[in-house]
C-alpha cells in the first residue's frame, strides 16, 4: 500500500469534527476507547473495512466489532431482545460487546460480520469515541489499532509506532483507562461468554440472574476463523479455475469473462469488500461455482484463506454451531 500522511488530530472540537469527516470519506482514523485505541472505519463501507485489514496486516477476515453511540443507534442494525435491554441499561457505555442477530437492512458490509448473521456491537464510553461517533451517526468497525500479532495499543504514540503512513490518522486524547479489550457476550436464549474482558463476568451475571454459559477451553468452535469448512457456499466450489466447466459459475478476478468479477482492475482491497456479497449473490443461483486465481500477497492472503475454508469438505455440524460468534477485537 503507498504510504500517506498520518495526521495526528487534537481531542478538540476542530480534531473531534476532522476525524468524523475522514470516516465519512471511507478513510481510516485511530480513535481512543476506554479499553484500547481502536483503528476505525465506517462499517457500511465495504473498502473501508477492507483498507483496516489491509493496514493492520491482518492474515484473515475475522468478525469486528461496530462501535455506536447508543443502544438506540444499536438498534438499527441488530435485532434486539429483552436481554440486550437488560444489559445495556446497565453497562452501555462502557467496556461490554453484544453479539446479536444481524438485521437484514441495516447495511452493514459482510466485511464486519465476516459472513455471518450476527453482528458484534458496542457502545464505548470514553468521550472521544463518543463524539466521533455522534457526529458521524453510523457505525464504525474498529479491532486494535496496531499491526495484526502486536501488542494493543493504550496511547495515541503506540498507535503511531505501529500504523503511521498506513491510516490518515489518529486521535490523541492521552491514555486508555481500562487498558484491555471489551468482554464480549452472545446474546441468545443462552447468554454465552465469548471473550473475557475489561467488564467482571460476576457483574454481568448479577444483571442477569443466572450464569453465563462458557466456552470450553478445548473448544474448537469458538470462533469464526477456527472452522476449516466455513463461509462456504451450499454447492460445490472449484478454486484457481481460469474457466467455468459447463454448469458452472465462475467468479473472476480481473480483466477475465464471468459471472461476477471481485474487481475487474485487479484491486485486492476492491476483491476484498465484494468477496462476501458476491459468493452469497453466486450461491442464490444453486451452481457450482468456480473462482479465478487471487495474488497470495497483501490482502490476498485473507482472501484465499476464506477461499480455501469456502471450498473445504463440509463437516457435519449444526448449523447453530457453526455459526457461533467470538470476536478478537475491541
Partial sequence: MEPVQTEILKADSLGLDR????????????????????????????????????????????P??????????????????????????????GPLTMVLPLR???GVSELVTAGLDTLAVRVPAHPAAQAILTRLDAPVAAPSANPSGRISPTTAQHVLNGLQGRIAAVLDDGPCGVGVESTIVGVTE????????????????????????????????????????????RAQVRLNADHAEPGELLLGFGDMECDLNLSERGDLVEAAARLFGHLHKLDAQGKPIAIAPVPMNGLGLAINDRLRRAAAPRPKLAPEIIRRSGIGLL
Fill in 104 to 106: 437484514n437492512d441495516g
Fill in 190 to 233: 443462552q447468554p454465552t461468554l465469548l471473550r473475557p474482558g475489561g467488564l467482571a463476568c460476576e457483574e454481568i451475571e448479577t444483571v442477569l440472574g443466572r450464569k453465563l454459559n462458557r466456552r470450553e477451553q478445548d473448544e474448537p468452535l469458538n470462533a469464526p476463523g477456527q472452522l476449516l469448512s466455513h463461509y462456504a457456499p
Fill in 19 to 62: 476525524a468524523a469527516a475522514l470516516l465519512a470519506q471511507g478513510a481510516l482514523v485511530a480513535f481512543p476507547t476506554e479499553t484500547v485505541y481502536g483503528l476505525g472505519g465506517d462499517a457500511r463501507n465495504g473498502a473501508a473495512v477492507a483498507a483496516i485489514y489491509q493496514a493492520k496486516g491482518r492474515p484473515s477476515f475475522n
Fill in 64 to 93: 469486528l466489532i461496530a462501535h455506536v453511540a447508543s443502544a438506540e443507534v444499536a438498534r438499527r442494525y441488530v435485532q434486539w431482545s429483552e436481554t440486550a435491554e437488560k444489559l445495556a441499561r446497565a453497562f452501555w457505555p
